[in-house]
């Protein structure tokens, strides 16, 4: 398994990785000068004790790379995090790249995120941020529509401005971005891997992003165990 | 001057910055053990030299830091800069931050980017990227009435949606984003943002980020008129 | 003040800085749209929120810049921390940039840190790593003038070989470089300052780089002491 | 063959990688959402043009793991490189993991590099910096001989301090360290490598480093033949 579908039309997929949880405990042992073959038990405590007291630079050479297609609004999140921005620990040397598609010049149709109808969240009770419980269906099912119906007469306003010669790069002002599906490639880091999950994966990221979170967690635990396991502790 | 206005809405603000033309000749001659007080000639060929021969390190102890308010697709070009992603050179370590806001949880009224009549551009003659000459103003004008309704249609839904007790980032699917005004402070080496200068003042750069790399320009040059005359060679 | 000598011939001097405490608040609350010019208690709250969230970034946007001059041993672990390598916390993008003088050209006289009698320091008890008490005044001693004659012995060497025509470059490899002093230039955001003291001013860092750490925390302390203050914690 | 000798005692082992040329060309077509899943000549075409044009991005996405053992001299330059320091051109967030072996703890024997007769090099004619020809051979013979003199005599010492029970931390400052081989991982994406061939196969980089660099490009060529061919252009 190296595709994991998320909310109505995205995706993660595995599409390379490099090295396992031994190559974390060859990296910390280069300075002995011994290189292990098969993980031992003295391997496991040392991967142990890398996470624990915050060693986290050999867990910097083994990588993994995903295409993701999610909604724009995920993404910002994602790019955020990698940025080091905004309330984000910043570890930004996290060897990682990101090539994303872009709407200035894209051909392909645009594709929307719409939540059904028992996908809509309430507001968060003690907190200025975040959301809590999911609403009456009956609300959740009237945003669905309105938001479909709203979708549609973007993208028509968007096609028939295309039609009429606008440049791209402006017609795309009549499309809600923030559901907009786009694709990207992301090469990174265990260690940065496991620093998005630690983030991603809290009760307070948007529930979005979380199940992007997710699937990366299900498509990277198998491949490095140890090191995933205890990192995320 | 510290401020200049950019589009409809948006602007750039010079916040603060570090060091002078001599910083980069004093880090350069750090080798040296020796420090200039004056700019003189032989400072000036020295930084002549750094620029042309690639040496850039110098020029990463010189800071300078801005808060921006543009629509999110002008934001979105920046921070791929940044991230050095999608056909960017990567100078990724660039001395850079980012603060910005977000729509998770801001209680500010969303403000949006509406081009005038006689701003909307026609598609590039022979590119599938950019844009080409203004288009006819009758054509225009019906598209500023067209966003301006659709934009005012979406902020009423995302308030319906909010006054019926959905959460911020969900109703937030409903506003054409791509348009919607975000402000950051950008923190940045005189390297990195001469980096997004050459890439952004370019005759192929999205024009609204054009106006925007024009703003750091005028706010910059002035402060380092060696080192940016050089470095944007 | 703005210079500390360390250890036998070394400094730390502060060149410049950018920004205060304020600006930690004022980077956060970008969000809000909201600056403050004096520092209130509300500030204060947040920036302890923000440290003890690890909501890091805002404390990337002030900036410190230094002079060091220090054996090359120190450079070493200080770059080491800088590249994020082992057995490090990897913080790689934090804003930084670091110019040197190097041994391949320079014209400079080397000079040389030589332990006083009474700072030679014994194995450590229970530990690979690291130092222990410090070692009986004769042996020190002894080490001493030992130290100081096969430096004077390298140097020499070092010399002949250049007055006999060898480059700069390979006879250096006469010099005893491990105490060799070299001088720098540091740019770093307030993150990354306090991440370098986290790790530095620790009991089992080396305790030359450890004194090198009291320099840069009495420099720094003064001008942002809230941000500083909770950091360390 | 995944190991190259280089000098007279150290080496370059590729230890693992990921991706092919193709690689660069599926990052590159995200955009596009279509996968290649053989190199034609579209394809060639899309990485001469990417190396052309600067957009170096996709290259990130490939990735590369060395073992490198060599005199400490060639590390440091290496780093400085991999920090962005002196003199060259940042590309910091290169996607790079570094992990070395220390001399702080370290229980192996010191090995260092002592010049054959033969290899001793003069000054450079018109440069400050670098080396010129040959010297002759009985001044490389008679260093050679002074050399692996001084070094023992170093040696000699740092163990007795050692038996004394000084710490390893101090006693090394016995060692003429500029010489002295250390072992470490570097983790470097394919657009990284490709910039420190870039700068170390230049015939004013220092000779020593000229060596290790020919072994990397040894080692990768083969197998990103168009995207190594393409970026060294």
Same mark, same amino acid.
């Not at 890398?50 to 993994?64: D, K, M, Q």
């Given at each position: 398994?190296?595709?994991?579908?998320?909310?109505?039309?995205?995706?993660?997929?595995?599409?390379?990785?490099?090295?396992?949880?031994?190559?974390?405990?060859?990296?910390?042992?280069?300075?002995?000068?011994?290189?292990?073959?098969?993980?031992?038990?003295?391997?496991?405590?040392?991967?142990?004790?890398?996470?624990?007291?915050?060693?986290?630079?050999?867990?910097?050479?083994?990588?993994?790379?995903?295409?993701?297609?999610?909604?724009?609004?995920?993404?910002?999140?994602?790019?955020?995090? =990698?940025?080091?921005?905004?309330?984000?620990?910043? /570890?930004?040397?996290?060897? +990682?790249?990101?090539? %994303?598609?872009? #709407?200035? &010049?894209?051909?392909?149709?645009?594709?929307?995120?719409?939540?059904?109808?028992?996908?809509?969240?309430?507001?968060?009770?003690?907190?200025?941020?975040?959301?809590?419980?999911? =609403?009456?269906?009956?609300?959740?099912?009237?945003? /669905?529509?309105?938001?479909? +119906?709203?979708?549609? %007469?973007?993208? #028509?306003? &968007?096609?028939?401005?295309?039609?009429?010669?606008?440049?791209?790069?402006?017609?795309?002002?009549?499309?809600?971005?923030?559901?907009?599906?786009?694709?990207?490639?992301?090469?990174?880091?265990?260690?940065?891997?496991?620093?998005?999950?630690?983030?991603?994966? +809290?009760?307070?990221?948007?529930?979005?992003?979380?199940?992007?979170?997710?699937?990366?967690?299900?498509?990277?635990?198998?491949?490095?165990?140890?090191?995933?396991?205890?990192?995320?502790?």
């Amino acid at each position: 398994m190296s595709m994991i579908t998320v909310l109505d039309k995205g995706y993660v997929r595995l599409v390379n990785h490099m090295g396992s949880d031994l190559t974390v405990v060859n990296a910390a042992r280069v300075s002995y000068a011994k290189e292990s073959k098969e993980l031992n038990e003295r391997d496991m405590k040392l991967i142990t004790f890398l996470a624990r007291e915050g060693h986290t630079s050999p867990f910097r050479h083994v990588i993994l790379q995903f295409e993701v297609y999610a909604p724009l609004m995920v993404a910002r999140q994602w790019w955020k995090y =990698v940025v080091g921005s905004a309330h984000q620990e910043g /570890t930004g040397d996290t060897l +990682e790249a990101w090539n %994303e598609s872009s #709407r200035r &010049y894209i051909t392909e149709d645009p594709a929307f995120y719409i939540p059904s109808a028992q996908e809509w969240r309430g507001k968060p009770e003690n907190s200025k941020q975040g959301s809590g419980d999911v =609403v009456a269906w009956a609300l959740g099912d009237k945003y /669905t529509q309105e938001l479909m +119906e709203y979708v549609e %007469e973007g993208v #028509r306003k &968007y096609e028939a401005a295309l039609q009429d010669g606008v440049c791209a790069e402006q017609a795309r002002l009549f499309l809600p971005a923030y559901g907009m599906y786009v694709r990207w490639y992301w090469t990174a880091s265990l260690q940065a891997v496991c620093h998005f999950l630690n983030q991603r994966l +809290e009760h307070d990221a948007q529930k979005e992003i979380q199940e992007y979170a997710k699937a990366i967690l299900q498509l990277s635990q198998p491949l490095f165990p140890n090191a995933v396991g205890e990192l995320l502790k």
